[in-house]
């Protein structure tokens, strides 16, 4: 009997204070039709200033948990998918630890920018189905406004902060739970999304942060082109794989970037809109946190049910990008 990992609790944070359109055209040259035409997003969260990545985390975990009974000391592994850490370390993995009381797990973070949480979903997968692990919590989690140059209208509008949470456990049922992934990364993508400053190559110094070095820095056509093309090649090709078409797709989350992106890619896998969780016009871009954000929300609003193929697929800074396909268990 195969043992897989299965997604037995989940759960989604975003921080209270909205920032709209109209209130990012108050620092910035833009305007809320323009950042609605060419992303389809509306408004963001802001993290509180007395929060950190951290705390999001937590929140989501908490979530997750709500009305159940939960024993953060029977956690084994806790795998943070993050860019934006609390701090270069430790690691943001060993503070959320802390913070729930999570004694007995070892815990470490994971970069992989937008593909952050498959990544790390993926890896988790490996402890739980080795059996070396019983209970893995998977966490993406974001501040983007931590790391964006709100001068630089290109970049600025398109992100917001949160996080997302799930813990996996074993399943030994056929046909349940983490079915297949398929993940890549391209490193020459890696001069058209990145950040230089703050890393052993560009340490932190006047400069550094004059020249702005610390956020986000972007070539929105060429990482919009290659969004497009690769995240469809890879939900296409893992449903290939697996003997699926597009018909069989119970619900499909993919990475929250741009609507555009998201619309091309539907089109490409022909997709219905009904098949598909959509959420960039409240949240705009968490980077490793859309995912588990997209799919707590589509299961608190009962989209998807006992048996369904769940596709998940990402994109992001690396390049790297990667499709999960599930076959969901109710919890
Ligand atoms: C960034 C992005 C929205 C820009 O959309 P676009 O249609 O490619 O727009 P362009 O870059 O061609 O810019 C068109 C014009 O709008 C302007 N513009 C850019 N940002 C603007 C903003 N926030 N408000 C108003 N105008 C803006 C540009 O300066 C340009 O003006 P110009 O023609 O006078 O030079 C789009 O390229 C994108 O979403 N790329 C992918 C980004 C992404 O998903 N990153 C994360 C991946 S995980």
């Keep these: 009997m195969k043992r897989r990992a299965k997604i037995s609790a989940l759960g989604m944070y975003v921080p209270e204070q909205r920032m709209t359109n109209d209130d990012m055209a108050k620092i910035v040259d833009t305007s809320d039709q323009w950042i609605q035409e ?6 963001r969260r802001i993290i509180a200033k007395d929060q950190a990545n951290s705390d999001l985390s937590v929140k989501a975990i908490e979530n997750a948990f709500e009305g159940k009974d939960f024993h953060p000391e029977e956690i084994d592994l806790i795998v943070v998918a993050t860019v934006t850490p609390d701090m270069m370390f430790p690691s943001t ?4 630890q802390d913070k729930i009381g999570a004694k007995n797990a070892w815990s470490f973070d994971l970069s992989g920018a937008c593909s952050g949480f498959l990544y790390a979903m993926a890896t988790g997968a490996q402890f739980v189905q080795t059996g070396m692990c019983k209970k893995v919590l998977v966490i993406g989690t974001d501040v983007m406004s931590s790391i964006l140059n709100f001068e630089d209208r290109t970049t600025c509008v ?13 399943t030994e049922e056929e046909d349940t739970g983490i079915l297949d992934f398929m993940l890549h990364s391209d490193g020459a993508g890696g001069k058209f999304l990145y950040m230089p400053g703050g890393g052993s190559l560009h340490p932190a110094s006047h400069e550094t942060v004059d020249k702005k070095m610390h956020c986000v820095h972007q070539d929105g056509r060429n990482v919009f082109k290659s969004a497009v093309k690769l995240i469809s090649e890879v939900s296409a090709k893992i449903l290939e794989r697996n003997g699926y078409s597009a018909e069989d797709v119970g619900l499909y989350v993919p990475h929250q970037a741009n609507l555009r992106i998201i619309q091309s890619t539907l089109k490409r896998l022909n997709l219905r809109p009904e098949q598909v969780a959509i959420n960039i016009d409240q949240y705009a871009n968490t980077t490793a946190a859309t995912i588990p954000i997209g799919l707590a929300e589509a299961n608190q609003k009962g989209r998807i049910s006992e048996g369904d193929l769940v596709l998940l697929a990402s994109f992001g800074a ?3 990008w990667g499709s999960v396909l599930l076959r969901w268990k109710k919890f």
Excluded: N, W, Y
């Design 38 to 43: 060419r992303s389809g997003i509306k408004e």
């Design 93 to 96: 993995a060993c503070i959320v």
């Design 158 to 170: 398109l992100f917001g902060d949160g996080a997302g949470a799930i813990l996996l456990e074993p």
């Design 318 to 320: 690396g390049f790297t």
